[in-house]
């Protein structure tokens, strides 16, 4: 197990009177993808320029290799950034944007122009040496970003949202030259994004913020299959939110229908949330399942069919490959496994976000 | 079609402001009070009095643009860091003599520099001996100064803004120091504002006659005094115009030069 690179320690931060971060505690290890996901102003930013050394937190302490490097300025920080609209310098080429930094710790000439040919080759712009900044497109801007920063070797790579100004095919293809960049090179990646999608497909840990305050921790498929709170398995892929009742270990009411499920230790007859994610809804004949319905809305969204149907009170939210066209009769059923409860929310930061339409 | 009409007044103005002016200079400045060809008004610029005029306007020119830059460039990055309301004000405070009269505001000088002005005033109170400001180079330069530093303040603050924060933090967080995100990254995005500011102090400070007038007390001569002289008090327009046409030249190529500077054109003037 690597050890830990980086820690932040009861974090304080706040802008005039806003609180951003609030007793904020976070370990980086080392060698980790580890993305920082939330909706905006959930305090994600705020801690990686943190990290990056561009804020001061009111409070606390940020460790690197264990020492408290809280007020070193980022240009003695052993790390680097990839900006969110990248931040290349607009009068220099290519070549002089990569080579900045390593110009700047002193390296010879052969090693500069070895190593920014090296990095061009890593983020597949073999030859833009001479191009100019304003001659290459978002995502080529993007890659340069990228090379930038790790030419310098940094033992740790921050970046904040830096997929956010491209188009889906393009981010869809940056995702995976990210998670190659980050094996090739193996230094630690600390990601900051609004985007579920990214935060799942690239990260070796995600943390879930909303308020300043982390609300879950884990690995992807954790914080995917087993959200602690309303606010995480909504913010987390739709989902079906439920009022329930948690009769015993194991057995939950949900709509006065008895479920089996399979979690334990909520106590008895204890309200709590019930998260059901809509691709784990089977929907069968009437009768057949356990809890009967029509559907209300039917839409086709490429990969499957995205229906709500009434049943038990309750709209509930169902993907299926089959389509039910609105006003047919079906019923619904779960399986044990893909009941996930989770104690109601205690705090403000803890709900389901919502929607105003 | 009818669209184009509303550009005729600007082709009268343009006509009326411009082009027939330019021409009339240029015709008197190559003939003589006779009214043949001639390029005496044009070279007498090389004249021992005519040149030093020019040689001297130039010189005090280029210190007083000088001082201004010093002065402008460091107000301008005090004032990105700085609050958004204190921006303003500060912005406004430096802007605000402007909008005074620039006669009045050049005559306060002359009150304030003379034998028995304020400063003297202060300083023999004080039991120092005083100084003779008014009536020298150095005074007009002051005056040059105080009346054109709006016009390098503003368009070197518009560009030193227009700097984004990211560009200087990356430079930081690529290992920077404070001098070298300054020189590599600052002075070199600010270059469009200061060469505008160069042209927008450089250029009234090589003509102005008034400035002088009033605070060198007449006898400095620059070369606008001359020039002015030959049109008032000398009534010979023909040489007036001669020497306007060569202050033209170098108004042109230094203009010209600048705007090399300015590649993308944003604050360009020409």
């Known amino acids: ?357 | 079609m009818s669209r184009r009409y509303f550009a005729s007044p600007f082709i009268v103005w343009i006509a009326a402001g411009t082009v027939i002016p330019l021409i009339m200079i240029a015709y008197y400045g190559f003939t003589d009070r006779s009214g043949a060809f001639t390029i005496e008004n044009v070279v007498s610029i090389m004249g021992a009095e005519h040149a030093q005029a020019l040689w001297l306007a130039l010189l005090l020119a280029l210190i007083s643009t000088a001082i201004c830059f010093v002065l402008a460039f460091p107000l301008a990055l005090i004032l990105k860091d700085s609050r958004l309301g204190t921006k303003g004000f500060m912005i406004f405070i430096f802007v605000l003599p402007m909008w005074m009269n620039f006669l009045l505001r050049t005559m306060a000088w002359q009150v304030i520099l003379e034998r028995g002005g304020i400063i003297n005033g202060i300083l023999t109170g004080l039991g120092l001996p005083a100084l003779d400001i008014i009536n020298t180079p150095a005074a007009i330069v002051l005056g040059m100064v105080y009346d054109f530093l709006p016009f390098m303040v503003l368009p070197i603050y518009n560009t030193v803004m227009k700097i984004d924060n990211s560009l200087i933090e990356a430079a930081y967080d690529l290992g920077a120091t404070k001098g070298k995100v300054l020189r590599s990254i600052i002075l070199p995005l600010s270059v469009p504002g200061i060469a505008s500011g160069i042209t927008m102090v450089f250029v009234p400070a090589l003509t102005t006659f008034v400035i002088s007038n009033m605070l060198g007390g007449g006898k400095i001569n620059l070369i606008g005094n001359i020039i002015e002289q030959e049109f008032t008090t000398s009534s010979n327009w023909n040489l007036g115009s001669g020497l306007s046409l060569v202050m033209m030249i170098f108004i042109v190529l230094s203009m010209a030069l600048l705007s090399r500077l300015d590649k993308n054109g944003e604050a360009s003037l020409i």
């Open chain 1, 1 to 357: 197990m690597a050890g830990s690179l980086i820690e932040l320690r009861n974090i304080h931060k706040s802008f005039e009177d806003t609180v951003v971060l609030e007793d904020f505690n976070l370990t980086v290890n080392e060698n980790e993808f580890i993305t920082l996901l939330g909706p905006s102003g959930c305090g994600k930013t705020t801690t990686l320029r943190i990290v990056g050394g561009f804020e001061t937190p009111d409070k606390g302490s940020v460790y690197f290799e264990g020492k408290d490097i809280t007020a070193v300025p980022p240009n003695q920080r052993h790390i680097n950034t990839v900006f969110q609209k990248y931040a290349l310098f607009p009068h220099m080429n290519v070549e002089q944007n990569i080579a900045f930094g390593l110009k700047i710790s002193g390296k010879t000439d052969q090693y500069i122009k070895d190593k920014v040919a090296y990095a061009l080759n890593l983020v597949n712009l073999k030859g833009y040496e001479k191009r100019k900044i304003t001659q290459l497109s978002g995502g080529q801007q993007q890659r340069i970003a990228m090379a930038r920063a790790i030419v310098n070797e940094p033992k740790v790579l921050l970046l904040d949202e830096p997929l956010g100004a491209l188009d889906l095919k393009l981010r869809q293809d940056m995702e995976y030259e990210l998670i190659r960049l980050k094996n090739e090179l193996g230094i630690t990646f600390i990601y900051v994004t609004h985007d579920q999608e990214e935060a799942l497909t690239m990260s070796d840990k995600v943390v879930v913020m909303n308020n300043g305050i982390i609300q879950q921790m884990g690995t992807p498929e954790q914080i995917y299959n087993e959200p602690e709170n309303a606010f995480v398995a909504d913010f987390i892929g739709d989902s079906n939110i439920i009022d329930a009742v948690m009769v015993e270990d194991k057995v939950v009411r949900i709509c006065d229908r008895i479920f089996p499920c399979i979690d334990t230790g909520f106590g008895n007859n204890r309200p709590v949330d019930v998260v059901i994610r809509p691709e784990d809804l089977i929907i069968g004949k009437p009768g057949e399942g356990q809890l009967d319905g029509v559907v209300s809305h039917n839409v086709f969204i490429g990969v499957h069919y995205e229906m709500e149907i009434e049943a038990g009170g309750f709209t509930w939210l169902a993907q299926n490959t089959t389509s039910y066209p609105v006003g047919t009769e079906v019923s619904l059923s779960v399986i044990p496994e893909n009941i996930q409860i989770m104690h109601k929310p205690q705090r403000k930061d803890e709900e389901a976000i919502e929607i105003d339409v």
